[in-house]
């Protein structure tokens, strides 16, 4: 079974609107990273949010993580069309590789 | 600044055949990875080094795959007697060390028919 995992197979919203895709992960982590993936290309990271944090931002970017749950989620506000991709969370498990779920597809329509 | 480069970006076999992807990290980055992520699913960890070193290699189909670092530079991922199974993207990245952001590069797209 999945170590990580997003919630939803696929979203889709309006240019504009807000997004937020969520994540659960069932083992004891040092840090959760955020990652997107565009066709045809690699995963590149968006936010890594340690275990002793509750929120990062970056730009449009909210991440939050709740370790009593075991969860996490990415938020993404005034969404564009270029925000159209898969969204992968990875965990860190310390000293190990990372470890990614099975991803979120959104697309932004105009 | 380049990032992680990958050769070749696609490749189609038969079944039986063999392939070996090549792999040059970004400069200074001692940690590379390699992952699979069939299509529809997200990159799962095939094996990984610290320089030379393999530091994990349990997901790795040990009777047909094979990794190398020679140099602690680049890489290379070699399957022997390809399976329509093997069909993925194979994507190649590296990092400064476990838990720091990991760059990936393009990755190679291989079907086996």
């Known amino acids: 079974s999945q170590l990580a995992e997003e919630n939803l197979w696929a979203l889709s919203v309006h240019e504009g609107e807000s997004v937020t895709v969520n994540c659960s992960y069932k083992?004891?982590?040092?840090?959760l990273q955020w990652y997107r993936q565009k066709s045809g290309e690699g995963p590149a990271q968006l936010i890594l949010?340690?275990?002793?944090?509750r929120e990062k931002r970056n730009g449009r970017l909210r991440a939050t993580l709740d370790t009593s749950s075991q969860s996490s989620s990415l938020s993404i506000t005034a969404t564009r069309c270029e925000d159209t991709a898969v969204y992968f969370c990875?965990?860190?498990?310390?000293?190990?590789?990372?470890?990614f779920g099975t991803g979120t597809t959104v697309s932004v329509s105009p | 600044e380049a990032g992680v480069t990958q050769s070749p970006r696609y490749a189609v076999l038969q079944e039986g055949q063999a392939v070996s992807f090549w792999c040059d990290p970004i400069?200074?980055?001692?940690?590379l990875y390699w992952y699979q992520q069939p299509r529809d699913q997200g990159p799962q960890l095939l094996v990984y080094?610290?320089?030379?070193?393999?530091?994990?290699n349990s997901q790795l189909p040990s009777d047909r795959f094979s990794a190398v670092r020679p140099k602690g530079t680049n890489s290379t991922l070699k399957i022997q007697s390809a399976k329509q199974g093997d069909t993925a993207t194979y994507l190649c990245?590296?990092?400064?060390?476990?838990?720091?952001?990991?760059?990936f590069g393009k990755g190679t797209r291989l079907t086996v028919v």
């Open positions: 990875a965990t860190d498990q310390g000293g190990r590789a990372l470890i």
């Open positions: 949010i340690r275990s002793n944090e």
């Open positions: 400069s200074g980055h001692d940690t």
């Open positions: 083992t004891s982590i040092t840090a």
């Open positions: 080094f610290r320089d030379e070193a393999v530091i994990d």
């Open positions: 990245a590296s990092s400064q060390g476990v838990g720091t952001e990991v760059f």
